[in-house]
């Protein structure tokens, strides 16, 4: 079982900037993988970044060169800093936690872009 704290959404206009913050927590847990999903009304769930515990990082080409994934080494606390905010980057956010091969989702964190 994974517990999750999500803050940082909101309503930004575009070209501005959010920061997401993700802490997951639980018994025994050994992190694999942590980052951000998103999901737009009406469309299929979608990965953001995922940063893997070697350190590698992928992030979707969407969002490549304008959000930022960060964190403590063993990514139980993990931020998203999302500049240069796009109408279409409007979606749920929700951190997933990759765990004994099993991914978990937060309940996710509204970021709307609108002018």
């Known amino acids: 079982q994974v517990q999750f704290v999500e803050s940082g959404g909101g309503l930004v206009q575009p070209g501005g900037s959010l920061r997401l913050s993700c802490t997951a927590s639980?018994?025994?847990?050994?992190?694999?993988?942590v980052g951000w999903d998103r999901q737009a009304p009406g469309k299929q769930r979608e990965m953001v970044v995922r940063?893997?515990?070697?350190?590698?990082?992928n992030y979707a080409d969407s969002v490549k060169g304008r959000f930022t994934i960060s964190g403590d080494s063993a990514l139980n606390t993990v931020y998203l800093q999302m500049n240069s905010l796009k109408p279409e980057d409007t979606a749920v956010y929700s951190c997933?936690?990759?765990?004994?091969?099993?991914?978990?989702w937060g309940q996710g964190t509204q970021v709307t872009v609108s002018s």
């Open positions: 639980g018994s025994r847990l050994s992190i694999q993988a």
């Open positions: 997933v936690v990759r765990t004994l091969g099993s991914d978990y």
């Open positions: 940063r893997f515990s070697g350190g590698y990082t």
